[in-house]
């Protein structure tokens, strides 16, 4: 019981600290980091819809965490390359 409560304190602690970055991004960034703020709530959000509509085990290879982290790597990719920022 009390692992399952960790877990959840966790897991929304996680969403709040991601929220707020995303929010900051998006009020005080350019446009490559709107950009950026954009790609990670995507992954958050699609990331749990994904979860919900696919059952996976964690012992095996989770392929909606798979595809979602590399679209997210080379949409960083591509933001570091047409970004005029060194980061």
Do not use: C
Not at 35 to 41: E, G, H, L, R
């Amino acid at each position: 019981m009390l692992s399952q409560i960790m877990q959840m304190a966790l897991f929304v602690t996680t969403l709040v600290l991601i929220f707020s970055a995303v929010t900051f991004a998006i009020w005080l960034g350019d446009s490559p980091e709107k950009t950026a703020a954009s790609v990670i709530s995507s992954q958050v959000v699609l990331n749990l819809i994904g979860h919900q509509l696919f059952s996976f085990h964690y012992a095996k290879f989770d392929p909606v965490s798979g595809i979602l982290d590399t679209a997210g790597l080379l949409s960083f990719f591509a933001i570091a390359l047409y970004a005029r920022r060194i980061w």
